[in-house]
Nanobody, 124 residues
Framework: QVQLVESGGGLVQAGDSLRLSCEAS????????VGWFRQPPGKEREVVAA????????FYADSVRGRFTISRDNTKNTVYLQMNGLKPEDTAAYYC?????????????????WGQGTQVTVSA
């Protein structure tokens, strides 16, 4: 049974940093591409960042490029999203997702497994 569990969300002030974690179980984690998505209140889910099997292969949404960093530690079956310089517009529920593939996947439809999400709230 595949499980993805996000953690690290919280309430912070603009300019602060957070690190989200996505821990996977029930799969050969190193063979999976992983993505982070977010869904702001009243809006559709959008991609934030994605990482391939090769950790040098990454994708970032324009809105977070230069502020967020995605990385993975296969020894811990975990993908991280380091978020620096947080803005109120980053407020959303953040989800990680995984799919068995060798490429970087930047669309939600491309993912098979999803976590339950963690809330990030950034106050002005």
């Amino acid at each position: 049974q595949v499980q993805l569990v996000e953690s690290g969300g919280g309430l912070v002030q603009a300019g602060d940093s957070l690190r989200l974690s996505c821990e996977a179980s029930g799969l050969t984690f190193s063979s999976y591409a992983v993505g982070w998505f977010r869904q702001p209140p009243g809006k559709e889910r959008e991609v934030v960042a994605a990482i391939g099997r090769n950790p040098d292969r990454t994708f970032y949404a324009d809105s977070v490029r230069g502020r967020f960093t995605i990385s993975r530690d296969n020894t811990k079956n975990t993908v991280y999203l380091q978020m620096n310089g947080l803005k109120p517009e980053d407020t959303a529920a953040y989800y990680c997702a995984a799919v068995y593939t060798s490429v970087v996947v930047a669309t939600s439809s491309g993912y098979r497994y999803w976590g339950q999400g963690t809330q990030v709230t950034v106050s002005a």
